[in-house]
């Protein structure tokens, strides 16, 4: 063989075992009656999507879901990019590698634990709440556990060093020149930053923002430990059915609605991930 | 001395099933009895066999585990409710209880519970039940009698539930006066727990949130199970009490059973005759706080003052458990359908 093709086949290799294959399972499953195992019947239906639609709560929790997904992208932005730019540009040295661990720190340990770690520290009479006693001299209670709240500061706390690296990286990539350049020629502060290091480190951010809000639409471990009775979104529904009911029908079809709706909202921002290439 | 019978009972039982040393693996619910160090050493020391413990949040999760991992396990605890299911799925298998010196001991009606033993076979040795009903916080509130106190406008934001469509359905028509295992009336359940809905602060779903969410003030009245409850008084100390509420509680009876496929089917059985063991039971319950046992010499053995003889061990109690049965998938369906519109609705 020659061309590309012996060269790229281990890529297409992997992308079919990795990514294919279980997609495609999952599409099947969602597509029959019940699941085929343990000699139960099965027929080809499209009933799984037509539940979607019977049932307008459904839809209602992937609204909230993706309400959590654009809030935690948001915040996620506004802490990291901020860091990202004080790592990239003003700390220089041994301080900058020591920064750098601390942020990618949170990796090193099991998501799970990051939650709990959480939970300790939102609850009543938890960390925060005695941290804020100390401090005020008037008597607070913070309370945050089993709030919406609480699940955004835990999703917040568990992507965030997806922004601030990427945004790091392009950041770093900025030349210095065009930035003194633009000072000589009077631009403010301001100004610089909206048209000059915003745009050039906007591939970086929409790429974090991507990594971000994917996964939070679909979260389920964070809501479920740290909302209480708030916690129930689309990725819990989903979570249930495969769970709670052993209805893997229904809740493939359910993760593939939210697959879809993931892909149009990425396509509609589209646009904007194109002109920061 | 208990320990030195308890070593010399489960010699007896491995003499008795000549059996060569083996790894059992169990499949059980995290920290319920057949993982206690103590219980395990015991029964590794007489036997030989070492004993493996893989665990489950849910019993859909246990059949799920059963079904994608056949002859990865040989010992699994299943909620009477599900055994049936699992038997004609062909998950497990029946047991041959002769040579099983604790057996006879099974009161009748648990051991031979049709949803236990059918077709002229035992499918799941009864091991120990309980009831699903009230704990509360003895220190925060009066003693409620009924469930009608989940609903209490003064115990809004005080309500510790779990998030089990099931169980939600049925603590709805035990209080709207129906059958837990024959629900007529949907939409009184349904209304009924749109106006839970507001009274719930937290959604507990393990032992150790229990305990941890009362513990922190979480919530002061909650649903629990009986042998939970006498676990948090007993081994961690927690101020609470367990009140079978005077429209009825939600009753369970665990077995243990032999998963299909399973290679050491000996060594299981010897292990499962230990768990019913008295010996075994007394020492579960008085130093870590147990369900209720199924064998009757073992509850006899207990103290007087147990949990277990005081609070289920009362006639007037016991009448108004009922014990669950099985459901069908299109019901669970329907019932965690309603409970998640009802919990979506709710945010």
């Known amino acids: 063989m020659r061309g590309p093709v012996p060269l790229l086949a281990p890529a297409y290799l992997w992308l079919t075992l990795a990514v294919f294959l279980p997609l ?30 019977a049932r307008p709560f459904y839809a209602q929790l992937l609204w909230r879901s993706l309400e959590l997904g654009a809030v935690v992208t948001g915040l996620c932005l506004l802490i990291g990019a901020p860091c990202a730019w004080v790592l990239a540009r003003t700390i220089r040295g041994r301080w900058r590698e020591a920064l750098f661990i601390l942020v990618i720190l949170p990796f090193w340990s099991n998501g799970l634990v990051r939650v709990f770690s959480w939970a300790i520290a939102l609850r009543g009479g938890g960390v925060l709440d005695w941290a804020v006693n100390a401090i005020l001299p008037w008597d607070v209670r913070v309370n945050l556990m089993f709030s919406w709240w609480a699940v955004v500061i835990g999703l917040v706390h568990s992507y965030l060093p997806y922004v601030i690296l990427t945004g790091y990286v392009a950041m770093q990539a900025i030349d210095q020149r065009l930035i003194e350049a633009a000072r000589s020629l009077g631009a403010s502060r301001r100004m610089i930053l909206w048209r000059i290091v915003l745009p050039l480190s906007l591939p970086g951010l929409a790429a974090g923002a991507v990594l971000v809000f994917v996964p939070v639409v679909g979260s389920f471990m964070e809501p479920r430990i740290l909302g209480g009775r708030a916690g129930t979104f689309f990725g819990t529904v989903i979570e249930d059915q495969f769970t709670a009911v052993f209805n893997w029908p229904l809740g493939a079809a359910l993760s593939f609605i939210l697959l879809a709706v993931v892909l149009a909202v990425l396509a509609a921002a589209a646009p904007i991930l194109r002109r920061s290439q | 001395m208990t320990r030195t019978a308890a070593i010399a009972i489960a010699g007896a039982i491995a003499l008795a099933a000549g059996a060569q040393a083996a790894e059992i693996r169990v499949l059980n619910w995290k920290g319920y009895g057949t993982d206690e160090p103590w219980a395990v050493a015991a029964f590794e020391k007489a036997t030989g066999h070492t004993v493996v413990h893989d665990y489950f949040n849910s019993e859909q999760e246990m059949l799920t585990r059963l079904r994608t991992n056949p002859g990865a396990y040989d010992v699994v605890l299943i909620n009477s409710a599900f055994t049936r299911q699992a038997a004609a799925e062909g998950l497990i298998q029946p047991i041959d209880t002769a040579g099983m010196k604790n057996v006879a001991d099974l009161a009748p009606n648990l051991a031979g519970n049709p949803e236990l033993a059918f077709d002229g076979k035992v499918w799941g040795v009864a091991w120990v039940w309980g009831v699903t009903g009230i704990a509360y916080n003895t220190e ?208």
């Open chain 1, 24 to 53: 495609s399972a999952m599409g099947f499953f969602s597509l029959v009656s019940d699941i085929p195992v343990g000699g139960r019947a099965w027929t080809l239906t499209l009933d799984n999507y037509a539940e979607f639609l």
């Open chain 2, 140 to 347: 925060a509130m009066d003693r409620p009698d009924s469930l009608e106190v989940f609903w209490d406008p003064a115990m809004k934001g005080r309500v510790g539930w779990r998030d089990d469509a099931l169980e939600s359905v049925q603590f709805a028509a035990l209080v709207t006066g129906q059958s837990i295992n024959d629900i007529r009336d949907l939409d009184a359940v349904r209304d009924r727990l749109a106006r839970l809905m507001p009274q719930i602060r937290v959604f507990w779903s393990s032992e150790n949130d229990w305990n941890q969410f009362l513990a922190a003030g979480e919530f002061d009245v909650a649903t629990y199970w009986s042998g939970s409850a006498a676990r948090s008084k007993t081994h961690f100390g927690l101020p609470v009490e367990f009140v079978i509420p005077r429209e009825g509680a939600i009753g369970w009876l665990d077995g243990l059973s032999i998963p299909a496929g399973s290679a050491n089917v000996e060594a299981a059985k010897a292990f499962i005759d230990w768990m019913i063991d008295p010996e075994f039971y007394v020492k579960w319950d008085t130093e870590v706080g147990a369900p209720a046992s199924a064998n009757l010499k073992a509850a006899a053995a207990l103290p007087e003052d147990a949990f277990n003889r005081r609070v289920l061990g009362d006639p007037a109690n016991i009448a108004r458990v009922e014990i669950m049965k099985p459901v069908s998938d299109a019901d669970r369906e329907r019932f965690l359908a309603l409970w998640q519109e009802l919990k979506a609705a709710a945010q």
